[in-house]
Each structure stands twice: as structure tokens, then as C-alpha cells.
């Protein structure tokens, strides 16, 4: 199964070819095996985890069909995969370890159903019901990223500020995926990028602080990826990015990466 191995390796799927609204227009619509498809999932969602296994394998025939789709059909397979998220899971796979594989199904499938999926997910990032559970907000943030609808930069932006370090690394890794947008989009991701990565610098560099040094750890690597990609300039050294934004930042950019 395409989400399972998606799940079990972390390994980033090639997204599929997405058609644009004119082409969604003139899909065949409110198709009968997509009905039977969200009915069966309805279904399993009813059992409250104890057919997730096949409630997972529906959601990987949805996301293969969801190219497909005409516009009522994907709207009512992103309200399906909305649903997954509500149900709760009263058994733990392990002690302390959350039953939060179809969660996870469903946030992989909706990196690869934009932009009809991206109002969904922000509304899932920082979420009562999902908050606490680190790894999960860390899959949605970077699928709200694979999605690259502009409506998801605001929230990316947003986690830069987050209180977990392992959430700031997720949303620089998630602005990643603008690095073909407008210049003006990719100069203000660059910007707030950099603000957060001298910010956690002089944090680090200036008070004997082992929390700040392990959060600069976590989260350099992934803003100075982001600031590579976003600016097609290949700089590591933060003072040198600095002196890079300052030199360019009112500057027509060259080339971008992706």
C-alpha cells in the first residue's frame, strides 16, 4: 500500500499530477465507486479503531482516485479524511504510545489533495484533540507545506514561534516547499526565517543555556535548508546570510531550487 510503506519509511512520495480547476471541471463527478469508497470508510470509522487496518487501505484508494475526482467527489473525500481525525482511540498501541496510525493515513493523503485539503489541516495544527501529540502535528505541518497553497504559509510562519523545538524545525522544513513561488512570497518566508535563526543564535551564543543549544541544534539545520532552497543561494554560515539578506533583500533573485 502506497500510505502504509509512506508511514513505515518516512520516504517522500512523488506527488501526482494534479489537475487545474478547469480540468477538475470536466472529470467525471459524484462517482459511484467513490461513494462505495466513503461509505466503507464510514463504516470502519464507526468500529473506533478496531478496523483501522482497512479503514487505512480505504484511505490509500481515496488518495489514488483523488486526481481523478471532480469537485464534489474531492470535497466529500477531504470531508471523509476530516472525519478520521474526530474519532477517538480508546486503546493504546503500547503503553504511552497513541493509536494514531489512521491520523497519520489521513494527514499523508491530504499532502497530496490540495488545495482542498489545506483548510483541513491547518485546522488539525495545534488542534485540542491533537495538540499533544508532537510527531503527528510534525506530519501535518509538512503536509500542509506539500500542498503549496499559499494559504498555508501564514501558519508555517506561525511555527517558527512555537514553544517546541521540534515544531519550528517542521514548519522551516514545511516553507521548503515555496521555493518556486512569487519572489515577494519567497522574500518574506526567507526573512522571518532568518529573524528566527539569529534570534535562536544570539540565545545561544550569549547565555549558558543547554535548552538553547539543544534548540539551535534542532532547528539550524532545517531554516538554513529552507534559506537555501527559497533564495537559490548556497550560503550555511549564518553571519553570512545575514550579510546576504542585507545585500539582496531589495534585489532581483537568481535561480530558483527545488
Not at 482542498?116 to 505541518?141: C, D, F, T
Not at 506561525?158 to 523545538?165: E, S, T, W, Y
Not at 513561488?181 to 526573512?191: N, Y
Not at 527559497?230 to 534585489?251: A, C, F, I, M, Y
Amino acid at each position: 500500500m502506497i500510505l502504509a510503506a509512506l508511514l513505515l519509511f518516512a520516504v517522500p512520495a512523488p506527488l501526482p499530477r494534479l489537475q487545474e480547476p478547469s480540468e477538475k471541471s470536466q472529470l467525471a463527478d459524484e462517482r459511484a465507486e467513490i461513494k462505495a469508497l466513503l461509505d466503507e470508510l464510514g463504516g470502519h470509522l464507526k468500529a473506533k479503531g478496531e478496523q483501522d487496518p482497512q479503514a487505512i487501505e480505504v484511505v490509500d484508494k481515496l488518495t489514488q482516485e483523488f486526481p481523478n475526482c471532480g469537485p464534489k467527489d474531492r470535497a466529500a473525500v477531504v470531508k471523509s479524511l476530516s472525519d478520521c481525525f474526530d474519532v477517538k482511540r480508546p486503546k493504546e498501541l503500547e503503553p504511552d504510545v497513541p493509536d494514531d496510525r489512521l491520523y497519520k493515513a489521513a494527514a499523508t493523503a491530504f499532502s497530496l489533495m490540495g488545495p482542498e485539503s489545506v483548510k483541513p489541516l491547518i485546522a488539525q495544527i495545534g488542534s485540542k484533540e491533537h495538540r499533544k501529540n508532537s510527531s503527528l502535528q510534525q506530519m501535518l505541518a509538512l503536509s500542509l507545506g506539500k500542498t503549496k497553497s499559499v494559504e498555508g504559509i501564514k501558519p508555517l510562519l506561525m511555527l517558527l514561534k512555537h514553544k517546541d523545538a521540534p515544531m519550528q524545525a517542521a514548519g522551516a522544513q514545511a516553507l521548503a516547499n515555496f521555493f518556486d513561488a512569487s519572489l515577494d512570497t519567497r522574500k518574506t518566508v526567507f526573512e522571518e526565517l532568518l529573524k528566527t535563526m539569529m534570534d535562536q543564535k544570539s540565545r545561544k551564543d550569549n547565555v549558558t543555556d543547554l535548552e538553547a543549544q539543544e534548540r539551535w541544534n534542532v532547528i539550524s539545520g532545517p531554516i538554513i535548508e529552507t534559506l537555501q532552497k527559497v533564495s537559490g543561494h548556497g550560503e550555511t554560515d549564518p553571519e553570512l546570510w545575514q550579510r546576504w539578506w542585507n545585500e539582496n533583500k531589495k534585489k532581483e533573485w537568481g535561480s530558483k531550487e527545488g
